[in-house]
């Protein structure tokens, strides 16, 4: 029996350098029987965001729609059946909105000796936000206060529901998840624990590219505060001067952090009975808050404190 793992993030749970880690290991993969699909990466490390896309009924009106779908789908059937191998990788943040009855029976198709295992990471709602808003707002792909956004447009951050979707087709066992965590640099390790058939100590070191991918990086609440003033305002290559702004912005900046911590525990209550259910049934330990907050709450209401001084336009 061969078997398919398929990484559907969440997005801002280590995706984007998860997925160059797998690109730059790929040859080191392939030596031990794992083989992690070149269609749709093309050895670049950003995913198989096209292929998960060709699954999604819906589009979100942030999300731009999938080039080829058919393609996309063609070519990762191909690579997936010419393989001698008998365990393969996809990866991309993409899945969560994608219709997942398609992706149960595309992938049903490949016939009786494939078996599908669905990788899920999830993180703590209230820092998930923040860093999600951030990077929407950084791309333009958001306009509104970071309130209207967790209120109107933040969604796929109750993980009980994200996976009782999946495990309805591909079954509860075949679900594999973990929590991510904003203070340890450990992504990789918690990667490699999901797949046995991988040995992580026969993988060299992680080397980030030398000038790293800075469209995923979270930016500080000053570089956050000018990206939504800049919004407002037509530019040519907007990426590359919103680059120099940050560079600029990012020796003297804070972390951008929205929620005080009174404001970030009422968020995550919301979430309390979902995470227990969640945690009990997919981690083996019932938790009403998932771990691994980067900021503790003294560290987050002093960050809080320094942002006040700042007397900041107002954004929220």
């Excluded at 991309?92 to 490949?110: C, R």
């Excluded at 009782?164 to 066992?173: D, N, T, V």
């Excluded at 991988?198 to 000053?222: D, F």
Aim: aromatic share 12%.
């Amino acid at each position: 029996m061969k078997t398919i793992y398929l990484h559907i993030g969440r997005g801002k749970t280590g995706t984007t350098l998860l997925q160059s880690f797998l690109s730059q290991k790929r040859e080191a993969l392939l030596e031990q029987g794992v083989h992690y699909v070149f269609a749709g990466d093309r050895g670049k490390g950003g995913g198989h965001q096209e292929f998960a896309k060709s699954f999604i009924r819906d589009y979100p009106d942030i999300m731009d729609r999938a080039v080829n779908p058919v393609d996309a789908r063609h070519k990762v059937r191909l690579e997936v059946l010419d393989s001698d191998k008998q365990t393969f990788l996809l990866s991309s943040e993409n899945f969560p909105v994608a219709d997942e009855t398609s992706v149960y029976e595309y992938f049903k198709g490949f016939g009786d000796t494939y078996k599908v295992k669905i990788i899920l990471f999830a993180r703590t709602q209230d820092e998930l936000a923040e860093s999600e808003y951030n990077q929407l707002v950084k791309l333009k792909r958001v306009t509104c206060s970071f309130s209207e956004y967790i209120e109107q447009e933040f969604t796929d951050c109750d993980f009980m529901a994200l996976a009782s979707r999946w495990a309805r087709l591909f079954g509860g066992e075949n679900i594999i998840c973990r929590i991510y965590d904003g203070r340890e640099n450990n992504i990789v390790e918690q990667f490699l624990s999901c797949i046995p058939e991988i040995r992580s100590e026969r993988l060299s070191p992680y080397e980030p590219p030398a000038h790293g991918n800075k469209a995923n990086q979270s930016i500080g609440i000053k570089a956050l505060v000018a990206a939504k003033i800049l919004n407002e305002v037509e530019l040519d290559d907007r990426l590359q001067f919103y680059n120099g702004v940050f560079d600029q912005l990012s020796r003297h900046d804070l972390p951008a952090l929205l929620f005080s911590s009174k404001e970030a525990s009422a968020y995550r209550a919301r979430f309390a009975q979902s995470n227990l259910a969640f945690t009990d049934k997919y981690i083996g330990e019932p938790l009403q808050e998932l771990r691994g907050r980067r900021y503790n709450d003294e560290e987050r209401d002093n960050i809080r404190t320094d942002i006040e001084r700042l007397a900041l336009t107002d954004f929220e």
